[in-house]
């Protein structure tokens, strides 16, 4: 079946690194592909998607691009910020509009 | 536009006892969605209705859950006698469409479920 493998965490970064969450999936066909991010105390939000091989999703600073040869949605931001402290969740869709999820990544960033 | 709302956002039971999840979907969404994270795994999906109809729900890990969507409107999800491995994080989602990439599942805060 569908699944989405997320790098463990936690990810503990000061402010303005590098981030990448990496992500891989295992699909047949042509799944679109997600990152959801879960802020403290909040529910589930979209943070960005790509529907086809070589799109990349952006938003907020943050990027991903879908890469069908690796079979990888990496999530990238240049400068993190303590705001991005959450858990991050790749996850996927193939056919049906139900997303199958990777277990989440934590990251916390340091002032 | 108030979001998908959840009831109650933590509950604290014994083994044997039964709790239900409340869930308020965005008003005019026909689809709702249960899913479920027990800590550190990932998110799994429970089930689907589409307004009141089961529309999947091979996602059920067993019969002590119950799902229920009388009038197409809120649901709720009873755990009946809940089990220590039934703690984790539920939460509800709805869509106003199903199916194609444009559409949008909004999720919940979730519900907070801790069985001792």
């Known amino acids: 079946g569908d699944s989405v493998t997320q790098m463990e965490g936690p990810v503990t970064l000061s402010e303005e690194a590098f981030l990448t969450i990496n992500c891989t999936y295992t699909a047949t066909g042509y799944p679109s592909l997600f990152w959801y991010v879960q802020y403290p105390g909040e529910g589930l939000q979209l943070l960005l998607k790509a529907t086809k091989a070589d799109d990349k999703g952006s938003n907020k600073g943050f990027e991903a691009t879908y890469r069908k040869e690796t079979t990888s949605f990496h999530l990238e931001k240049g400068s993190v910020q303590v705001s991005d402290s959450a858990v991050y969740f790749c996850?996927?869709?193939?056919?049906?509009?139900?997303?199958?999820f990777g277990r989440g990544t934590s990251l916390i960033v340091h002032p | 536009e108030a979001g998908v709302t959840q009831f109650p956002s933590h509950s604290v039971i014994e083994k044997g006892q039964t709790v239900t999840l409340r869930c308020d979907p965005i008003?005019?969404?026909?689809?709702l969605y249960w899913y479920r994270r027990v800590m550190g795994k990932e998110i799994k999906f429970l089930l689907h209705?589409?307004?009141?109809?089961?529309?999947?729900e091979s996602g059920m890990p067993n019969n002590r859950f119950l799902a229920e969507r009388t009038g197409g409107t809120y649901s709720t999800l009873k755990v009946q006698p809940a089990e220590l491995e039934d703690s984790g994080v539920y939460f509800c989602?709805?869509?106003?469409?199903?199916?194609?990439?444009?559409?949008?599942?909004?999720f919940g805060e979730g519900s907070w479920l801790t069985v001792v």
């Open positions: 989602a709805s869509s106003q469409d199903f199916g194609g990439t444009g559409n949008t599942i909004y």
């Open positions: 209705f589409v307004k009141e109809s089961k529309q999947d």
């Open positions: 996850a996927l869709t193939r056919g049906s509009y139900i997303p199958t």
């Open positions: 008003s005019g969404h026909d689809n």
